[in-house]
């Protein structure tokens, strides 16, 4: 560590409960799993301040209680932005995980176990008849981009970058699938929230939790850092791109990229969405993550995410960069 990260370290942000993460150089991506993690790559961050676990249901609700701020979910969508919308799905609802009855296809569509459910919110997480009583230490979730923007805006915070959220999850540890090491779960410990066993029908639940679980309740990372793989997937200021493409000509062929960012808003949608809704990149793998379908759960792994929807799987953390 140098001494100007000495003296930043030594000044905490007023945002409680941050770690200082030192600037430096790994290996990002993966070249063994998913097309969209290639290619892998050497890249170097600067320092930077972020959360120890992602945003709780308290802490959301203190700035909800500060604000006034109505999230997406709680509003029903204007006809003019959804053309051809069904009248059904112009209520306020959020999408929510709901385990079928019975085997499903897992190359079938997604509706197979997701469903558009009205009244479904951050106060009502697991549908319309739910509520946050003994949730306040979870993740909050179904919460859409622009929610999330005006909790930075209110924190005097940040959303991490992709490469920034990478690194800090990895906790130090280079050439490793997990941000623990090798094996997901080493001598039979499960090291963060994930489904065990066919999914979505059947979670065997070895971990105790078929849903969000406690920020904390695994082991921190080498940075100290909780909840960064599991639990739920979070947030990142970066647009989506095919990884090559976003990284085509960030790189010198002495060294790697200097916090690098993303693709760009407007090509950011899937190209078979009429909407063209733009998408931000997810890390982190959820709950819902299984070895049989999305092996998600580890440092490298990133997804697309629309930013106009909220879910059940989806949260968030803050950084301050000095």
């Known amino acids: ?48 301040w ?36 069904l009248p059904e799905y112009l209520v306020p609802a959020s999408l929510l995980f709901v385990q079928p009855e019975g085997p499903v296809a897992l190359a079938g569509p997604v509706t197979q176990w997701w469903s558009y459910v009205p009244g479904t919110d951050w106060r009502h997480p697991w549908g319309p008849d739910s509520s946050l ?18 909790y930075v805006a209110w924190a005097g915070a940040s959303l991490p970058t992709e490469a920034e959220w990478e690194y800090a999850a990895r906790g130090g540890m280079e050439d490793t699938e997990f941000a623990w090491g090798d094996e997901l779960a080493p001598g039979g410990v499960h090291m963060a929230n994930t489904w065990q066993g066919q999914f979505p029908t ?12 406690p920020v904390g309740h695994y082991p ?8 960064m793989i599991g639990n739920v997937w979070e947030w990142t200021a970066d647009w989506w791109a095919d990884s090559a493409a976003a ?50 759960y580890r440092p490298a792994a990133r997804h697309a995410h629309p930013v106009d929807t909220s879910t059940s799987h989806v949260g968030f953390r803050c950084v301050i960069r000095p």
């Open 1 to 48: 560590m140098t001494d100007s990260s000495r003296a930043i370290e030594a000044s905490p942000p007023a945002r409680a409960d941050m770690i200082w993460i030192p600037g430096g150089s790994f290996t990002m991506g993966s070249d063994h799993h998913y097309p969209e993690e290639r290619p892998s790559r050497r890249v170097s961050v600067d320092g930077f």
């Open 50 to 85: 972020i959360d120890r676990t992602p945003v709780t249901n308290r802490e959301f609700a203190r700035f909800v209680e500060a604000t006034g701020h109505v999230t997406i979910a709680e509003i029903a969508p204007d006809p003019a932005d959804y053309p051809g919308a």
């Open 133 to 150: 009583d003994g949730l306040d230490d979870h993740p909050v979730v179904h919460v859409a981009l622009a929610d999330i923007e005006a």
């Open 202 to 213: 059947g979670n065997d639940l070895d971990d105790g939790w078929l849903r969000t679980s």
């Open 220 to 227: 921190a990372n080498g940075y100290g850092l909780y909840d």
């Open 247 to 296: 990284v085509a000509g960030q790189s010198k062929a002495c060294c790697g990229a200097r916090n690098p960012r993303g693709g760009n808003e407007g090509s950011s949608a899937d190209r078979n969405d009429p909407l063209h809704i733009p998408r931000r990149v997810l890390k982190g793998g959820s709950h819902l993550c299984a070895p049989c379908y999305c092996r998600r």
